[in-house]
Antibody, heavy 117, light 106 residues
Framework: QVQLKETGPDLVQLTQTLSITCTVS????????VHWVRQPPGKGLEWMGA???????DYNSAFKSRLSISRDTSKSQVFLKMNSLQTDDTAKYFC???????????WGQGVMVTVSS | DTVLTQSPALAVSPGERVTISCRAS??????MHWYQQKPGQQPTLLIY???NLESGVPARFSGSGSGTDFTLTIDPVEADDTATYYC?????????FGGGTKLELK
């Protein structure tokens, strides 16, 4: 069955770099797109960026050049890397699969990341 | 960016009909989707392409709309429907979500 699972640190220091891995199963990264979405505590969902099935990427301009998304298809993993973390980057980070209807049909459970000074 | 505007909260009694609206700042055709999120959980897909019911979702849920105005309807509402509901568009880049509508039961 389709599954996505995010793994990453619980705590990141101010101005440091966040790295999260999304490991997928039940589908191929060369067939489906994988997106990153985050949610600050008590707030709404924010789209961050995408890894397209063809290997290209797309980013929310709100993150300017801080954000990088990559993948390792042999390991069925998609990586999020974001630098210069601030306290307002404290959030739960989700990866989600996007299918041919452009809908997010499967989501990971998310990883809660706190940025600490 | 396409801004999606939702009412922040609604309170209804079990058995009633509730409509949750989502207005887009520009046309998104019918590439609008609806998600339900319960506290501490990931969002789950309810409706895709404005009006299509996701497999396994109760028929109490329905969606309508096109262009800039969309509606999610729950009829009748049940206690388990207490959650926050988000609309999301995938017509324009970047993908955007509405701010969410928190549904509470009286």
């Amino acid at each position: 069955q389709v599954q996505l699972k995010e793994t990453g640190p619980d705590l990141v220091q101010l101005t440091q770099t966040l790295s999260i891995t999304c490991t997928v199963s039940g589908f191929s990264l060369t067939t489906y797109n994988v997106h990153w979405v985050r949610q600050p505590p008590g707030k709404g969902l924010e789209w961050m960026g995408a890894m397209w099935n063809g290997g290209g990427t797309d980013y929310n301009s709100a993150f300017k050049s801080r954000l990088s998304i990559s993948r390792d298809t042999s390991k069925s993993q998609v990586f999020l890397k974001m630098n210069s973390l601030q306290t307002d980057d404290t959030a739960k980070y989700f990866c989600a699969r996007e299918d041919y209807y452009s809908r997010f049909d499967y989501w990971g459970q998310g990883v809660m990341v706190t940025v600490s000074s | 960016d396409t801004v999606l505007t939702q009412s922040p909260a609604l309170a209804v009694s079990p058995g009633e009909r509730v409509t949750i609206s989502c207005r887009a700042s520009e046309s998104v055709s019918t590439l609008m989707h609806w998600y339900q999120q319960k506290p501490g959980q990931q969002p789950t897909l309810l409706i895709y392409l404005a009006s299509n019911l996701e497999s396994g979702v109760p028929a109490r849920f329905s969606g309508s709309g096109s262009g800039t105005d969309f509606t999610l309807t729950i009829d009748p509402v049940e206690a388990d429907d207490t959650a926050t509901y988000y609309c999301q568009q995938s017509w324009n880049d970047p993908r955007t979500f509405g701010g969410g509508t928190k549904l509470e039961l009286k």
